[in-house]
């Protein structure tokens, strides 16, 4: 069973519905016990990321995501992923999780090409790192396929956990890993036929 | 890099797919979970429904049509049509939206668009807007385009961008149907007011036309057309292919 933690931070009808297209068990969750008999765990989110940090706190998860990101395969997507990090500076500075090392900082401050905007919004390509092609998320996807992203913040200092970029005048952060926590910084339940290979490869962890 | 966004639009009443052309004299085109499949499969980027019925029923069967649309089709989709209210935005998000277009709903009260971009982010706040020239200047048009609201369009999508606003849909009347390109002197102007993505509506009539709108205008974002796509008249995927091979940047 998957679990797809539920913590009033939007739209989880596309995600559980990708993850039930791939023939899984779905459990849209914000119960400990669910996520600690699930085989994977799903952290989604859009939105500010101290309001998503706040409200998980709120449902008592955070030990029990801290706790078992070190036993089963958990993959954040979106704001999701940049809950994993240490902090963000997303209006102000927060704790995240502290999953992944790194910090979660503003889009715009960074860009080289000052005509590109933020939000970063539609289709960019994945760039998998040097050496991280045979990772297992990439099983059934390769560099140079599509992704859909939407967000102005992105994850940063955080080279040795990151397994893709896409190219926004600078490299932004795709996808990360350390250990059996992943993160996503696109939708891959919005990419199409690429995002449900990844996600039926993240399953298969 | 990003790539430029190729959108087909999808008009449903009463649980069909239908596109008038000026907006006049709607003709039935398809099933519009059929046809939303055909697109995905056929590599659209983007797909965005308009509701265009007014009753409550056309409203229930048009949400059922776009919950069945999400549960299989796993690109984004964009809803307007009828959105007035936090509720109406709540309603098609439950249903599977990732953002929600806002047009007449915000001419009738702007203060949507801070409202709903506060609670959903503003990548979820789509503004459309019906713009027509009047005496030489942009003006914005309501109901569908039958009436001249009087306010200039151009300050009309910068105001709607500042007040939370994070794409738009800039439909020109002038050009709409009548299949001679884009309508590429509005899409500058607004390009040099608003700096949010922006996705050109109204005029698309074979592959040049987009050709022309990316490689002229980088500012534009994506070119969105109904009747031509539905039609077949233009291809999704030879169009796609068609502008990677002259130099634009396409999700193949």
Request: hydrophobic share 45%; proline share 4%.
């Amino acid at each position: 069973m998957i679990a797809i933690v539920d913590y009033g931070v939007g739209n989880l009808f596309s995600l559980t519905s990708s993850v039930q297209s791939l023939g899984a068990e779905v459990c849209v969750t914000s119960r400990a016990g669910d996520l600690r008999a699930a085989s994977h765990i799903l952290l989604p989110g859009v939105g500010a990321f101290a309001d998503a940090m706040a409200k998980l706190t709120a449902t008592g998860l955070v030990p029990v995501l801290k706790e078992q990101a070190q036993r089963k395969p958990l993959l954040g997507i979106c704001l999701g992923m940049q809950l994993l990090f240490a902090q963000s500076y997303e209006y102000g500075a927060h704790a995240g999780l502290g999953l992944i090392p790194g910090d979660v900082c503003p889009l715009a401050d960074d860009l080289r090409d000052p005509a590109l905007k933020v939000p970063h919004i539609g289709w960019n390509a994945l760039d998998i790192a040097p050496g991280r092609e045979t990772d297992p998320l990439f099983r059934y996807v390769h560099s140079g396929e599509y992704v859909y992203y939407v967000h102005s913040y992105y994850a940063k200092h955080c080279a040795a956990s990151t397994l893709a970029t896409s190219d926004y005048s600078i490299p932004v952060t795709g996808a990360v890993r350390n250990g059996f926590v992943y993160g996503t910084q696109f939708h891959p339940e919005k990419s199409g036929d690429t995002g449900l290979r990844l996600l039926k490869a993240f399953l298969e962890l | 890099m990003i790539t430029k966004r190729i959108i087909p639009c999808l008009d449903v009443k009463d649980g069909r797919v239908v596109k008038g052309v000026n907006f006049a004299g709607l003709q039935d085109m398809a099933d519009p979970v059929e046809m939303a499949r055909y697109y995905n499969a056929a590599g659209a980027d983007e797909l965005v429904f308009y509701d265009i019925t007014a009753s409550v029923e056309g409203r229930a069967l048009f949400t059922d049509i776009l919950r069945r649309v999400a549960s299989e089709i796993f690109i984004p989709l964009t809803v307007g049509g009828g959105i007035r209210t936090l509720e109406d935005f709540d309603r098609v998000l439950k249903c599977g939206a990732d953002k929600v277009s806002v047009n007449s709903g915000a001419i009738a009260n702007p203060a949507i668009i801070p409202a709903a971009a506060q609670r959903y982010g503003d990548q979820c706040v789509v503004l459309s807007a019906d713009i027509k020239r009047v005496d030489g200047k942009f003006m914005l048009f309501a109901k569908g385009g039958r009436e001249n609201t009087g306010i200039d369009a151009l300050d009309w999508l910068e105001q709607g961008v500042r007040n939370g606003a994070g794409e738009l849909v800039v439909n020109s009347i002038d050009t709409d149907g009548v299949k001679g390109g884009f309508d590429l002197e509005l899409l500058d102007a607004v390009a040099k007011r608003c700096a949010v993505p922006i996705i050109a509506s109204g005029g698309a009539g074979k592959p040049e036309d987009f050709l022309t709108l990316f490689r002229g205008y980088p500012a534009v974002d994506a070119g969105l057309a109904a009747s031509i796509f539905h039609t077949k008249q233009v291809g999704i995927r030879d169009l796609k292919r068609y502008l990677r091979q002259n130099g634009v940047e396409m999700r193949l």
